[in-house]
């Protein structure tokens, strides 16, 4: 995987004056890998090396349920996309309150998160997407890119949600 990542560091302010710089865990961070099943586990490591080394302060529960998104997203794009994308881009962008993992790739067809059909095995992925990031407080959406591709994004919030 090539990694081209552009972290960006603390800004402080001059003389006290304007808003804050970013956090030290800020940034956004993008690679690609070829669309082929090693990314899968390849992907997944990555980010959560990238959370780790960045100092992001994410739960447990986070951290799985953001690193099954990741795998999810890599595996539809290998297992759908790759024909017509054979490489594609993973994303990584963090805020203040939340993380943001994108999965990019040059084929346009657009999924949708299928329903349970318990005699399928596979056809589920997004579905699972959505129930992981909408049990975290999150939220899912899928665009066209420029090129004619799509890209899938899942940004779930850092603090916990309280509960109604």
Sequence with gaps: ????????????????????GPLPYEGVWRFTAPAVDASVPQAR??????????????????????????SELVT???????????????????????VRVSVEDDHPYRPTALEADHGRT??????????????????VDMEHTASGGKVIRAALPLKPTALS
Aim: aromatic share 2%; hydrophobic share 45%.
């Design 45 to 70: 490591h990555a980010v959560r090396d990238l959370l780790l080394r960045q100092g992001v302060p994410v739960s447990d529960d986070l951290a799985h349920g953001l690193l099954l998104i990741v």
């Design 122 to 139: 596979g056809g589920r992925g997004l579905l699972l997407v959505r129930e992981v990031a909408r049990e975290a407080g999150g939220t």
């Design 76 to 98: 539809n794009a290998v297992r759908h996309a790759a024909l017509l994308s054979p490489v594609l881009a993973v994303e990584v962008a963090v805020g203040a309150e939340w």
């Design 1 to 20: 995987m090539d990694d081209h990542g552009r972290g960006y560091g603390p800004c402080p302010a001059e003389g006290g004056e304007g808003p804050p």
